[in-house]
């Protein structure tokens, strides 16, 4: 199942959504914005630096290789807000790739295609907006991935797009993060079993098993830890905020993880 922003809105990632998101992004007044600017940036970061780096940690102790990280920002824009960010996306380094109008049945999108790559990282940001919307507002979604270990550095370049970009908006984006990871050898091999794989969650992560899916070479389990801020919520109404996934790879004989926060952002 699929999660799309508008049809073709994602185009350059498949966004996998079987529950629904209730996230809060707090009050909008003045007084608590400018409060939110000196105090929250802190809070922002570390509310997707924490679990991540934690899923990081758990992967570092396991028979798997960590091949890519990927941090998730998706939001709106108003009009004044796109133009500032025009300016500093400029200042940044970032080039704009790609600026077209599309029609997707007969109703007109405007995209822009922004790119940077930094430090052995790379930043994607794709912007759209209806020409006849009324007030002009842009949605975005902002992707940095890249293979460098989750330290100080990671942590700072974190806090940098969060002070940059994020933490002046009217409204906060949501957040999410992805981690892969591949080992040699089947699924079921008593090294990667579905058992060892919910205590990667219960032991490990200290998350409630929520929901699990286990078929021949897959196996997909959703939990709830705690001591995360973001929560999603199933169709049951059952807490969720991480989601790990397995798959074999007869061909190749390995095992690709993949484990998200709050969910998966991608095909897996």
Known sequence: M?????????????LVLPFVFLLVWGPHSHIEALTRTIQGNDHLVDTIARPTQEMADMLAGKPVTITQWTVYWRGTLTAQEEEEWRTRL?????????????????HPLLREHWTKSENGSIHRLQVIKDPHETPQAAKYIYVWSGTANLDQLWLDELRAITQTFFIHLKHFP??????????HGRLKD??????????????DLQADLVHELVEDRFVSLNGYVPSWDH???SANQEKINVHLSARYNA???TTRITIGYPLILKTY
């Open 2 to 14: 699929r999660l799309s922003w508008g049809e073709g809105i994602l185009g350059f990632m498949a």
């Open 90 to 106: 400029t200042q940044t380094g970032f080039s704009l790739q790609q600026n077209r109008a599309d029609e997707v049945h007969g």
């Open 174 to 183: 949501e957040s999410f993060s992805c981690l892969e990871a591949i080992t």
């Open 190 to 203: 008593g090294l990667l079993g579905q058992r060892e794989l919910k205590q990667w969650l219960t032991n």
């Open 231 to 233: 929560v999603l919520y």
């Open 251 to 253: 061909l190749q004989d």
